[in-house]
């Protein structure tokens, strides 16, 4: 029985249509998000976050938060319980990593 092997090197990143972080992409601010959590950011400056936390997501070329970064950051800094969810490409992952720093 031969195994046949795929050869990724030649496609692109995203043939998927999955988006990736360093992609630029106008965000749909208009995105509906059910939460009980009412305080929102509109920069992570406004977050109280540790200058070195900042410099570390300004490095990473994070210029403004993501919607799920808005709403979801300050609950996890503030102690609360959190469960977030939304699509791939959102921000997910650097909200729970920037919470917890």
């Known amino acids: 029985m031969e195994t046949k092997k795929t050869d990724y090197s030649e496609q ?3 043939q998927d249509g999955t988006k990736h972080m360093n ?4 965000e749909d601010d208009d995105e509906v998000f059910d939460t009980n959590w009412t305080d929102q950011v ?3 400056d406004e977050l109280g976050l540790k200058e070195e936390v ?4 300004y490095g990473y ?10 709403i979801g950051i300050l609950p996890v800094i503030s102690g609360r ?6 699509q791939s490409g959102t921000g997910k992952t650097a909200t729970f990593t920037i919470s917890v720093l």
């Open 12 to 14: 692109s990143p995203a």
């Open 23 to 26: 992609e630029t992409e106008e």
């Open 54 to 57: 900042l410099r570390g997501i």
């Open 81 to 86: 319980d959190t469960i977030a969810q939304g």
């Open 42 to 44: 509109e920069s992570f």
């Open 61 to 70: 070329g994070f210029e403004k938060p993501s919607q799920i970064q808005k």
